[in-house]
């Protein structure tokens, strides 16, 4: 089976960091192709973190771009979002999904983890 396990959430203060993880198994990370959203109460899911399959490079969303950076492990078979400066508005459940990257899933299966919950406290 197919899995991928989200780690690393909890509860910080504003300007704190985390480092969330996102490990594989039964699945090879390729190409770091993992995307990482996250979904606040009430809100849609939205696209964080992605690595183009063009030229390689990680894309951020607005708000979290020069806070958040996207790193992996090969020999581990595992991603991360370290995450710093953080801010109550990133209060949110994240997740990682695979294969994934800016332009999108294509056309075989992917897989979500169950998320980690990220609450930031002001």
């Known amino acids: 089976d197919v899995q991928l396990v989200e780690s690393g959430g909890g509860l910080v203060q504003a300007g704190g960091s985390l480092r969330l993880s996102c490990v594989a198994s039964g699945f090879t990370f390729d190409d770091n192709a993992v995307g990482w959203f996250r979904q606040a109460p009430g809100l849609e899911r939205e696209e964080i973190s992605c690595?183009?399959?063009?030229?390689?490079?990680?894309l951020y969303e607005d708000s979290v771009k020069g806070r958040f950076t996207f790193s992996s492990d090969n020999a581990k078979n595992t991603v991360y979002l370290q995450m710093n400066s953080l801010k109550p508005e990133d209060t949110a459940v994240y997740f990682c999904?695979?294969?994934?990257?800016?332009?999108?899933w294509g056309a075989g299966k992917y897989y979500w983890g169950q998320g980690t919950q990220v609450t930031v406290s002001s």
């Open positions: 690595v183009s399959s063009n030229n390689g490079t990680t």
């Open positions: 999904t695979a294969p994934y990257h800016c332009e999108g």
